[in-house]
């Protein structure tokens, strides 16, 4: 124990000399990630860069919250963060809509749709047609009628290849997708000798998607899907108009960000706040009865829980994790901590080398060998210590990628605590705090195979040097830090970089990172929601995962002949297994081989080593006691539209 007690210790000294933390902000689904609060230098810097805010301009009458820093991208088809998904949510409205019951428990309702209807079975295809109705009098924020057209064109725009939208992938239980996704080599090579593909006829009219009059939509489905409803509630699903985005920049500017939903925008201070006023052209216009919502834009928590304790802002979305146990004690009703369906994780860009020079392994070999110094080096992180010291929000040592609360095919086990296979603990990793011992001499064993190794100080001695890179925030700084002082005790040295939200979402989604932190919320109350982001062409694989050098990395392998598939590979490429695992499982109406499939998506996804679970999220926000009618989802969504704040 004498190693893990000084491994302890070492990231005990770490922590002292780091700012005060905060917690880390939700990631993904809608998603993605979510911003959280900025170290202290880096926050001064902004307060000092932060533009003058023109109070004019500010609703009196609203609410003033603050659920994140400035947003990435609003646009319904180009968003991908659940900060944007909430001021979607707010400004646009879809067939269908989250509400929260009497009970608390959170349902899906009508909201353009007369209703939701059951969808039609074709006995010899096993396609679903669904035909909605709208409601009567829908119109857009600027007075015009808003028709069946409009969602039309929205949904094929969004699905579109051409538009590049990271939630694409989410129309591909759509009839026509596959066709429209179909891709072929060129013959030309990249630099890196990966072939060049092309869409073989990528024209989302092949969608069987369409508006029979101005108040009837049809879609087809390729079969029943358990969760379209929810899909249908999800901000990619939003309605936008066709004159309005033809503008590149229009979801930048309020006077051209037109929607159809509870509000609209009336002022974008950049960096400072964003305002939104009732929309009156809401269908539902009158069951609205917060007036004004002002947004306000900070990655700073100490500055967020100022302005909460001055009685400025009624809602934080992130609070410093040094005064969480103060905030319990001193706020046990404004402090609030609930649970969400997501996984704070490290992501390892696949491409990353990160063998000895001299290694001599190549092909499926090395890849094999990557991936086993991936899972190793997860066994080095005490979780435990994680999620009581740093992040302090109630959340749980994560063992496996798919979240707790996600239940497995008997609709009440959770899919984690059947994953990974292993006796004597759930998922991949044993995070219990009796492991760590043997978890780390687990992780030596695996290093001492691939790299020089000095029996006496027990460290490594060749191993690359990795940066780990993170978004602008104490708690994602205190995490990044614990995580390098782990390794720096096995002879890994980690450089440190962080940058502002908006560059590190584009910097990882682009593959130019070796490691960083991730987390992901569920879009949907399914596993496939945590595993369906992972196929090649999806814009949320940020892993890379058979993308650049790992295209043609043939390491894989899938048979599925037992659960009565013609499917066995192997040695097979990641399209070539994990690509049509995903589709085997969403063209799957059996539901117990359904769930079966998708545990070994989730096998085949672990094996990689890519995601390193750290822990299973909870939200924790800070809400004052005089905001009543306040709601949000497990899937990261707050909802302002039917708050009132008593005098």
């Not at 708690?475 to 096995?490: F, N, R, T, W």
Request: hydrophobic fraction near 35%.
């Amino acid at each position: 124990m004498k190693r893990l007690l000084a491994l302890a210790l070492c990231a005990m000294m770490a922590f002292g000399l780091c700012a005060c933390g905060d917690s880390a902000a939700s990631g993904g689904g809608a998603a993605g990630d979510a911003g959280a609060a900025a170290t202290g230098d880096a926050s001064e810097a902004a307060e000092a860069a932060a533009p003058a805010v023109d109070e004019s301009l500010i609703a009196p009458d609203g609410i003033n919250v603050c659920i994140a820093s400035e947003p990435d991208n609003i646009d319904p088809a180009l968003n991908s963060a659940v900060d944007g998904a909430t001021l979607i949510l707010h400004t646009f409205a879809g067939l269908a809509k989250w509400e929260q019951a009497e009970d608390g428990s959170f349902v899906i309702a009508p909201d353009c749709a007369e209703e939701l209807v059951e969808g039609e079975v074709n006995e010899k295809d096993g396609t679903v047609k669904y035909t909605y109705t709208l409601k009567d009098g829908l119109k857009w924020s600027d007075g015009q009628p808003l028709t069946a057209g409009d969602f039309e064109f929205a949904w094929k725009r969004a699905a579109d290849p051409a538009t590049g939208s990271d939630y694409g992938y989410m129309f591909d239980q759509v009839a026509g997708y596959d066709e429209m996704c179909e891709q072929k080599e060129t013959g030309e090579k990249e630099e890196d000798g990966t072939p060049v593909m092309e869409y073989v006829n990528p024209d989302p009219e092949l969608l069987q998607i369409k508006a029979v009059d101005d108040k009837t939509l049809e879609v087809t489905t390729k079969q029943l899907v358990s969760y379209w409803n929810e899909l249908l509630a999800f901000p990619t699903y939003m309605p936008v108009r066709k004159d309005i985005v033809t503008n590149e920049g229009w979801a930048t500017d309020p006077s051209t960000y037109i929607g159809n939903g509870p509000y609209t925008m009336t002022a974008w201070q950049h960096n400072s706040v964003i305002t939104m006023v009732k929309n009156p052209e809401y269908h539902d216009a009158d069951a609205v009865t917060m007036p004004a919502i002002n947004f306000f834009m900070s990655d700073d928590a100490n500055n967020m829980l100022t302005n909460f304790e001055n009685g400025d802002w009624k809602l934080i979305d992130d609070v410093p994790t040094n005064e969480i146990p103060a905030l319990k004690e001193n706020y046990p009703d404004e402090f609030v901590v609930t649970g969400q369906l997501g996984t704070y994780y490290v992501g390892w860009n696949v491409n990353e080398d990160i063998l000895p020079e001299d290694s001599g392994l190549e092909g499926k070999e090395a890849e094999e060998a990557r991936a086993e110094i991936r899972r190793a080096i997860a066994l080095l992180f005490d979780r435990n210590y994680i999620v009581e010291e740093i992040s302090q929000g109630g959340e749980a040592p994560a063992s496996s990628f798919v979240s707790s609360g996600l239940t497995d095919a008997d609709g009440k086990t959770d899919f984690c605590t059947n994953a990974g296979h292993n006796d004597g603990f759930d998922g991949y990793y044993d995070v219990s705090e009796n492991a760590l011992e043997s978890n780390y001499d687990a992780a030596i064993e695996v290093l001492k195979k691939y790299y020089d190794f000095d029996e006496e100080t027990k460290q490594v001695k060749n191993f690359p040097t990795l940066t780990y890179l993170y978004n602008t925030s104490d708690a994602h700084k205190a995490i990044g830090e614990y995580l390098q002082s782990a390794l720096a005790s096995v002879g890994i040295t980690v450089n440190l970089e962080n940058q502002e939200w908006n560059t590190f979402l584009n910097t990882r989604k682009a593959g130019d990172y070796s490691i960083a932190r991730n987390g992901w919320l569920c879009d949907y109350n399914d596993p496939i929601s945590m595993l369906d982001m992972w196929i090649t062409d999806s814009g949320n694989n940020d892993c890379q995962l058979g993308k650049g050098k790992h295209k043609d990395t043939k390491a894989y392998s899938l048979d599925l002949t037992d659960l009565g598939y013609d499917t066995k590979v192997e040695d097979g490429t990641w399209a070539e297994t994990y690509d049509v695992l995903v589709a085997d499982i969403k063209s799957c109406a059996d539901v117990e081989k359904r769930y079966e499939l998708m545990h070994r998506a989730e096998d085949l996804l672990m094996s990689t080593g890519v995601i390193c679970p750290l822990y299973y999220y909870t939200d924790t926000y800070m809400l004052d006691s005089s905001v009543k009618g306040f709601f949000s989802t497990p899937l990261g969504f707050k909802y302002f539209m039917y708050c009132t704040v008593e005098e």
